[in-house]
């Protein structure tokens, strides 16, 4: 997938997601599930992840092919790189993240420490101006959030009117 696909796919999933929850949903059986929801952890994925992440996808990946050299603009990345790290941070930091079980915890704070790791590495990349492994870096934060929200089951709101600022997340049931 070229880099154009990866960066659209990602911004529209950046619009669309968050994590918290609200409200109630129906599972495959009809049953209704309790979705949690985590205004501290929407606010957080809202203006401290998603957006610097989405800026950095298109900083790393797009803005040389603007300039005559070639070359990154460092300088205007080490912004989001900081900001993201930052709101990973604190979401590590989170005393009751957004589930039911102390399995499920682990699980979302498995997800957190390696967000941590690969953060730490995309700002020594960043330091080296290391634009592959900036690149490999940023591929290997949208697999583990893609992976987080799957396992979370985040829910998109694909009908009517704009989905709201909280996402609902369904906690994963294991059979």
């Known amino acids: 997938m070229n880099h154009l696909a990866i960066l659209a796919i990602f911004t529209l ?5 968050g994590c918290g929850g609200g409200g109630a949903s129906e599972r495959r059986g009809g049953s209704p599930v309790r979705l949690l929801h985590s205004p501290e952890l929407n606010e957080i994925m809202k203006n401290e992840v998603n ?16 300039d005559p050299d070639g070359e990154l603009d460092f300088a205007e990345i080490k912004p989001p790189v900081m900001t993201l790290q930052l709101g990973i941070s604190k ?9 039911q079980t102390a399995e499920a915890r682990e699980v979302f704070l498995t997800y957190v420490d390696s967000l941590v790791r690969d953060s730490e590495s995309l700002s020594q990349a960043l330091a080296g101006k290391d634009r592959p492994r900036m690149e490999q870096v940023l591929q290997k934060i949208t697999q583990t959030c893609n992976d987080c929200h799957h396992f979370f089951r985040l829910k998109i709101v694909g009908e009517g009117p704009p989905p709201p600022s909280v996402v609902m997340v369904e906690p994963a049931l294991l059979p």
Do not use: G, I, K, T
């Open 13 to 17: 999933l950046a619009l669309l997601l």
């Open 51 to 66: 957006q610097p992440f989405s800026a950095l996808m298109f900083l790393v990946f797009h803005s040389a092919e603007s």
């Open 91 to 99: 979401v590590r930091a989170m005393v009751n993240p957004p589930v």
